[in-house]
């Protein structure tokens, strides 16, 4: 089936730094992924839909410059938290539609990378 | 804008028991409903919903759609710890081409 690997899975860094997490496809082409944001105890936030090729689509509210997304193939997405403070600290999860599936349920269906947890001190 | 609505909240029952989860939403161009299955990192993947009235089963595992009363409920039969989880609905909008999710129903399966 197909499958979604996120990296770093947690990741702790100081005030003011910036933090990349990597989204990839492994065995599928993603021409679209998605990055959410998960507080505890809440649900997936839609941050911004990823396009291979071109700009991506933030959600309102979603700082661009502040959250930068680069999709530059059809199989790797980034996400680079960039001067990160404590408020950013979150579970960041990207997610890919499945073109084609096996099951027949077509294009609806998200697969899940496994998330970052990130710390920001 | 799109809205998923789940209940109950949280939901604590005992091995052996039935429990039913809901899902209302408001939608402006419907495609699917979908449930997922958020254990301790990433959802995956258990139903999706595209017609009224059909039920979909996998297991102990149930889920039906009513796109007139709009909302969906998925049955989750002989509970066991395992099935602790927090359950995820979410709609798919065609045009929109993305994906909303409701806050999330906590099951807590005791032995």
């Known amino acids: 089936g197909a499958v979604v690997s996120q990296h770093p899975s947690w990741v702790i860094c100081k005030s003011g730094t910036s933090v990349k997490i990597e989204c990839r496809s492994l065995?599928?082409?993603?021409?679209?992924m998605f990055w959410y944001r998960q507080f505890p105890k809440q649900s997936l936030m839609l941050m911004a839909t990823?396009?291979?090729?071109?700009?991506?689509?933030?959600e309102q509210g979603v700082e661009k410059d502040k959250f930068l997304i680069n999709h530059a193939s059809l199989t790797l997405s980034t996400l680079t938290v960039t001067s990160a403070h404590p408020e950013d600290s979150s579970f960041y999860i990207c997610?890919?539609?499945?073109?084609?599936?096996?099951?027949?349920?077509?294009?609806?269906?998200?697969?899940f990378g496994a998330g970052s947890r990130l710390t920001v001190l | 804008e799109d809205k998923v609505v789940q209940s109950p909240l949280s939901l604590v029952v005992h091995e052996g028991d039935t429990v039913t989860l809901n899902c209302s939403y408001e939608?402006?161009?419907?495609?699917?409903l979908l449930w997922y299955k958020q254990e301790k990192k990433a959802p995956t993947f258990l139903f999706m919903l595209?017609?009224?009235?059909i039920e979909k089963k996998s297991g102990r595992l149930s889920s039906i759609l009513d796109k007139k009363e709009l909302f969906s409920i998925l049955n989750i039969t002989a509970t066991q710890t395992g099935d602790s989880a927090v359950y995820l609905c979410?709609?798919?909008?065609?045009?929109?081409?993305?994906?909303?999710f409701g806050d999330g129903t906590t099951l807590t399966v005791k032995p």
């Open positions: 979410a709609l798919y909008n065609t045009n929109a081409g993305k994906s909303t």
């Open positions: 990823s396009n291979e090729g071109s700009k991506a689509t933030y």
């Open positions: 595209t017609s009224s009235g």
């Open positions: 997610s890919a539609r499945v073109l084609r599936d096996s099951r027949g349920s077509g294009a609806n269906v998200l697969t």
């Open positions: 065995d599928f082409q993603a021409t679209t």
């Open positions: 939608v402006t161009n419907f495609r699917s």
